[in-house]
């Protein structure tokens, strides 16, 4: 469903952090970046070197340590679980998680982006592109926020299409 390389290469061109190289072990699968001849394993490690280095601590929580290692759970599961999607119900299952977290949330931490917004971004957006209309519409929360976090300037690429959302039901008797 997501491709870790391209994720981490959109995080960096977003914050603006040029000169960024990133691969991904062929054997572990694990994202290595390379800047300024310095060395960063993980994709958690490497999305917050990058936040740092573009001077954004707000994406990783600022100073409040509660919000620092609710971005550290929500990075650990776009790893565990979104990048481990490898079938139609694994993906599924994702998609009805976020959608059911989301209910009550305009993002992930509250009423702000952070790092797990864009990389949970980047890492469903294909999947959610994906989907028809009407199975978009099951995952209304999910779909807002997708919505939300892809119209902030910078999040997509020049070249990337945004994914289309319809505002208002398709069908009677959708609940949220």
Same mark, same amino acid.
Request: net charge positive; with cysteine.
């Given at each position: 469903?997501?491709?870790?390389?391209?994720?981490l290469?959109?995080?960096a061109?977003?914050? !603006?952090?040029?000169?960024?190289?990133v691969?991904? %072990?062929?054997? =572990?699968?694990?994202?290595?970046?390379?800047? %300024?001849?310095? =060395?960063?394993?993980?994709?958690?490690?490497?999305?917050?070197?990058?936040?740092?280095?573009?001077?954004?601590?707000?994406?990783?929580?600022?100073?409040?340590?509660?919000?620092?290692?609710?971005?550290?759970?929500?990075?650990?599961?776009?790893?565990?679980?979104?990048?481990?999607?490898?079938s139609?119900?694994?993906?599924?299952?994702?998609?009805?998680?976020?959608?059911?977290?989301?209910?009550?949330?305009?993002?992930?931490?509250?009423?702000?982006?952070?790092?797990?917004?864009?990389?949970?971004?980047?890492?469903?957006?294909?999947?959610?592109?994906l989907?028809?209309?009407?199975?978009?519409?099951?995952?209304?929360?999910?779909?807002?926020?997708? !919505?939300?976090?892809?119209?902030?300037?910078?999040?997509?690429?020049?070249?990337?299409?945004?994914?289309?959302?319809?505002?208002?039901?398709?069908?009677?008797?959708?609940?949220s």
């Amino acid at each position: 469903m997501a491709d870790i390389k391209q994720d981490l290469k959109a995080l960096a061109r977003f914050l !603006d952090v040029k000169g960024v190289k990133v691969n991904v %072990n062929s054997e =572990t699968k694990v994202p290595v970046l390379t800047l %300024n001849g310095m =060395t960063v394993t993980g994709l958690s490690s490497v999305a917050n070197y990058l936040a740092k280095t573009a001077g954004r601590r707000d994406l990783i929580g600022g100073n409040d340590a509660a919000e620092r290692a609710a971005v550290s759970q929500w990075l650990e599961y776009r790893v565990t679980e979104i990048d481990r999607c490898h079938s139609e119900k694994d993906v599924s299952t994702v998609l009805k998680e976020l959608n059911s977290y989301l209910e009550t949330r305009t993002f992930f931490l509250g009423e702000r982006v952070t790092l797990p917004d864009l990389l949970i971004m980047y890492g469903v957006r294909s999947a959610v592109s994906l989907l028809t209309f009407q199975e978009k519409e099951k995952f209304m929360h999910l779909s807002r926020w997708c !919505d939300n976090v892809q119209s902030i300037e910078g999040v997509l690429q020049k070249q990337q299409t945004p994914v289309f959302f319809v505002k208002n039901p398709l069908y009677a008797g959708v609940q949220s």
